[in-house]
């Protein structure tokens, strides 16, 4: 009978009572890591910015590789995120030096048992600076992004979201967010802003 109980208080301990071990990810300048677990049906995580700059994380679909959420983590922060089945994970470096981040795995995922619809709202996309200078940007409620040269930036934004350049003191509107940006596309900033120009 003693045997049994002390069984029974090691398999809750051995269940519970573990401590989660926390793995640790450099990711290069100016690179891209991507992760993925493809024996888990989806997992979730923890995630940490030991870093002294933004991170950005985005989740993508397996098979068309369009980004499904988008964020940047800042510094010393963290966050939980959910990855479905059908994603992967990846995170970016848009720094000429090192970043650390930590993180902790769990099996399972909320994510199977609703519906991508609720996500429709949002729109995730790309922001591409094709030119030799940076690009002001001022996206109200959200942040005001500076894009360096020949760079990219990832963004979520909800539908009616707008996106302005900051011009001489002036804010002249270059892109509202609506259903017709497909997930995952890449925008040229200086074609909306030439476009914006020759209409005042």
Partial sequence: ??????????????A????????????????????????FKGFNLKIWNQSKFTVGVSTKDKLTDSILK???????NNTLLEVSKDMYLQFEN????????????????FLEKKS?????????????????QSLPLSIPGVVSPKLSPFSRSGVNLPNGQKIYLNFK?????????TDSIAHGTRIDVAYLIEKAMNKK
Avoid: C
């Fill in 1 to 14: 009978m003693k045997k049994l109980i002390l069984y029974f208080f090691l398999s809750i301990y051995f």
């Fill in 169 to 177: 003191g002036d804010k002249i509107l270059i892109l509202t967010v």
């Fill in 94 to 109: 848009q720094f000429i030096v090192p970043l650390k981040i930590s993180y902790i795995i769990r099996k399972g995922s």
């Fill in 16 to 39: 519970f009572g573990q401590k989660d071990i926390r793995s640790q990810l450099i990711i290069p300048p100016k690179q891209v890591v991507q992760i993925d677990y493809p024996l």
């Fill in 116 to 132: 991508f619809e609720s996500l429709t709202p949002q729109r995730a996309f790309y922001l591409e600076n094709n030119t030799a």
């Fill in 70 to 76: 988008s964020f940047n983590l800042e510094k010393k």
